[in-house]
């Protein structure tokens, strides 16, 4: 099974089909797709041979056609299709207060989870965008809700998306006072600690150790593929091309 995440940014409206009929060409069975426009996501039930599911990334305060979605294209009709949300808490970081004030837009914290039948077996996909503008410690409640909230334990969970952990202890240090951190959030370990909860959910973190934003250094693994331990990995790619986009591709395949 092949699955695609990339978060193609909100605001790449040039190159954004370019990046997604290339990634169709390499005939993926799931493409996990994150701050996706409603512009894009409208044309992306034009495209066939896929289904379409989607929830809310962000509202937009008073344009709904501005609204910022989730969005995953399946090969397989889902078996089921559920939202769930996995944060109502409300962040008063500064870089919230720049969203709300210039962008018009709020976070909404939704998982979209898709239930497939791979080989006459049930896999569930999740997709969605961990918020950035948030502590640490906030950010790693966040995906243990989500957890909580999708886990089955007769079913195996892939979880995808755009995570927002930072490696770079030095890049929250500099950037930790617009987005909201506290004392504790500086000396969170962030990464070590998602790589904890990983473990102990048995899941591998197929792109450890690598930066998956526009930079190499620091090293920014924002976006992940996370599988089953029981899963084997066939092959990984991270493409260098991005598309417009300030987030590369993430290609796993992986036997289901």
């Known amino acids: 099974m092949r699955i695609v995440s990339w978060n193609v940014y909100f605001g790449n409206k040039?190159?954004?089909?370019?990046?997604?009929h290339y990634i169709l060409s390499l005939k993926p069975d799931v493409v996990c797709l994150q701050e996706v426009s409603h512009a894009s996501m409208q044309w992306?039930?034009?495209i066939p041979g896929y289904t379409l599911n989607t929830c809310f990334?962000?509202?937009h305060k008073r344009t709904p056609s501005k609204n910022i979605y989730i969005c995953t294209l399946s090969k397989q009709k889902p078996i089921r299709v559920t939202k769930r949300i996995y944060d109502n808490g409300f962040s008063n970081s500064i870089l919230t207060k720049l969203y709300t004030a210039i962008i018009h837009i709020a976070e909404q914290h939704i998982v979209l989870v898709v239930t497939l039948k791979i080989r006459r077996k049930l896999i569930q996909i999740t997709n969605t965008r961990l918020s950035c503008a948030i502590g640490t410690h906030d950010r790693?409640?966040?995906?243990?809700?989500?957890?909580q909230k999708t886990?089955?334990?007769t079913i195996p969970t892939i979880y995808c998306g755009d995570f927002n952990i930072v490696d770079?202890?030095?890049?929250?240090?500099?950037?930790?006072?617009?987005r909201g951190f506290n004392h504790f959030d500086y000396l969170l370990d962030e990464r070590a600690s998602f790589e904890k909860l990983f473990k102990k959910e048995h899941l591998i973190n197929i792109f450890r150790g690598k930066s998956t934003s526009?930079?190499?250094?620091?090293l920014l693994q924002l976006d992940h593929i996370l599988v089953p331990n029981t899963f084997p990995i066939q092959s990984h790619v991270l493409m260098r091309k991005r598309f417009g986009s300030d987030?590369?591709?993430l290609i796993a395949d992986i036997a289901a």
């Open 151 to 153: 886990k089955k334990s």
């Open 247 to 249: 987030h590369r591709v």
């Open 214 to 218: 526009f930079v190499n250094r620091p």
């Open 44 to 46: 992306l039930h034009t």
């Open 168 to 178: 770079s202890k030095i890049f929250n240090r500099l950037t930790g006072w617009i």
């Open 57 to 59: 990334d962000s509202k």
């Open 140 to 147: 790693l409640q966040e995906f243990t809700t989500l957890i």
């Open 14 to 20: 040039r190159k954004i089909k370019r990046g997604i």
